[in-house]
């Protein structure tokens, strides 16, 4: 018999602790609807007590997104876990996930309690978080690096405080596969009530195995896994989604596992979260990698001609990857173009068709053949709704081998028409200094890259970059088929989100001092 296990996936809050990953409301939302459509059993949406961003954000997906559960995380303080229940509550399907340490090391130095003391604050966490809601998770922080013993008590005494799910975290990413397959095994046989909850487990990838330790876990019982798509999350991330997902399913001979994800929505979800963090997936990356599930080798493609089993253990379909379709031309109407965008799971409104519209004819004027994919950066241009503060108006540039590269930008500032000519030492510095001189902004350009959408040299270029300034980051995304234009989008499109953030008060950084598991 085939287990379900359950997908609970930390993209937003422990992926959102990546560096430069922080998302504003639109963002998370954005992702939390394609996770419900992709078919996550559980969405921690964010750690409610962190930031007022942050519990807008929970409120927010809690009430708006429709399947999964919504869950808050929060320490192990009476604060924290009614904050959590503020900004769940009045949802249909919450869940408050608690935690507090579990190892010494942490214990001594960090949170200065004894063992009697942790496990009883926990239990009188879970109690009250149970008080707000019947759906209660517990993570005793650092379980791998734990005194089993200790572990097994604190995991029995929050059962039977009515945690319905415990998780096991691998907080440092430090177990190996064997190890923590034992560490489950060990709670599923000494812990008594073991089988009135779920064991989950949350495993980080500093050494490369947090997707090989989850899968060991799964085999010893575990029967929800803690993880983010592309893998983000602190520092090395975490065991990434698409991974565990594929695994189970390509696997289920071996595994007797296989979880609720619509397999046929990965590859669309990771391009959303890559181009949302500004976190781009290295091509080799398995699942969801530009080369994942392409064959280059001679010997491979010929058995590949003569019989697909030969070489493919996965059908690129079955991760939503398809080819390059060529869908519209310069001919196509409003209507044809509105219907293809619903056919590829966007609804916008009126006035984001006809922006998206616009875009598209002149792309299509530049560009013989339109692409899913060429239409797929417009729309996200259009759906990635921050007010725009600059408006890039018009952009000439000048470049070569004996000028002094020169930008001339005109922008709208404000909804005021401002224009100005600068160089640099190439056409994008020149056009970003100049960008940066006309919006009086001084954030500084942590990274910068840029992708051909499709292949041919008409290609739209999309170009992401990492801007800072006073302690925030932002990531920028644009397209054009010019990738000069495309790179001055990308900027505007970072400095409107540095803009909207401060007029918000809202500091995605002001988290950093809180601790999580
Ligand atoms: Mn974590």
Redesign the pocket.
């Known amino acids: 018999m085939t287990r379900m296990i359950r997908i609970f996936d930390?993209t937003l809050r422990?992926g959102e602790?990546s560096p430069g990953a922080s998302m504003n409301l639109e963002e998370k939302l954005t992702i939390a609807k394609q996770l419900a459509r992709l078919g996550v059993d559980i969405i921690e949406a964010g750690f409610a007590y962190s930031s007022p961003g942050d519990f807008e954000a929970v409120r927010q997906v809690a009430q708006e997104v429709e399947g999964p559960t919504i869950c808050s995380l929060a320490r192990a303080r009476p604060e924290d876990i009614d904050r959590a229940w503020d900004a769940l509550k009045g949802a249909p399907k919450v869940r408050i996930h608690t935690f507090l340490s579990a190892s010494d090391i942490h214990l001594k130095h960090q949170f200065r309690m004894s063992r009697e003391e942790a496990l009883r604050r926990a239990v009188e966490m879970v109690q009250r978080a149970r008080g707000h809601v019947e759906d209660v998770e517990f993570s005793p922080m650092d379980a791998s690096r734990s005194d089993p013993a200790y572990l097994y008590e604190v995991i029995e005494a929050v059962i039977a405080a009515g945690a319905g799910t415990v998780n096991i975290?691998d907080?440092v990413g430090y177990t190996s596969p064997q190890e923590f397959g034992r560490l489950i095994r060990g709670i599923r046989e000494k812990v008594k009530n073991s089988d009135r909850a779920v064991i989950s487990v949350?495993c980080?990838n500093d050494l490369g195995l947090a997707v090989a330790n989850s899968l060991a876990a799964i085999l010893e019982g575990a029967g929800q896994v803690?993880c983010t798509i592309n893998g983000i999350?602190?520092r090395a991330g975490?065991a990434s989604l698409e991974e565990i997902a594929m695994g189970l399913r390509t696997r289920k001979d071996f595994y007797g596992a296989d979880t609720n994800i619509r397999t046929e929505e990965i590859i669309k979800t990771s391009r959303l979260v890559s181009k949302i963090t500004g976190m781009a997936v290295q091509p080799n990356k398995a699942i969801v990698g530009a080369n994942a599930i392409a064959h280059t080798s001679g010997i491979h493609q010929d058995g590949l001609l003569k019989e697909k089993s030969t070489y493919e253990i996965m059908r690129p379909e079955s991760v939503g990857l398809t080819q390059s379709k060529l869908i519209m031309g310069k001919l196509s109407g409003r209507h044809a173009f509105r219907q293809k965008l619903e056919e590829l799971g966007y609804k916008l409104s009126d006035e984001e068709v006809n922006h998206a519209f616009t875009r598209f004819k002149r792309l299509a004027d530049q560009k013989k053949e339109v692409y899913e994919e060429d239409l797929e950066a417009i729309v996200s241009d259009e759906v990635s709704k921050i007010p725009e503060r600059y408006v890039l108006k018009s952009l000439y540039v000048e470049s070569g081998t004996s000028k002094i590269p020169t930008a001339t930008v005109e922008l709208e500032i404000d909804g005021k028409p401002v224009k100005q000519t600068g160089t640099g030492d190439g056409p994008v510095d020149a056009a970003y200094r100049t960008i940066a001189a006309m919006t009086q902004t001084k954030s500084c350009l942590l990274g910068y890259s840029v992708e051909a959408i499709t292949g041919g040299t008409d290609s739209q270029g999309e170009v992401s970059v990492r801007l800072q300034e006073e302690g925030k980051t932002a990531s920028g995304h644009g397209s054009d088929t010019d990738i000069i234009v495309a790179s001055a989008r990308a900027y505007l499109n970072g400095l409107n989100k540095l803009a909207f953030w401060a007029s918000k008060h809202f500091d995605p950084g002001q988290k950093a001092g809180l601790i999580?598991?």
Request: glycine share 8%.
């Open positions: 930390t422990d602790q975290p907080t949350h980080h803690e999350g602190e975490n999580y598991q």
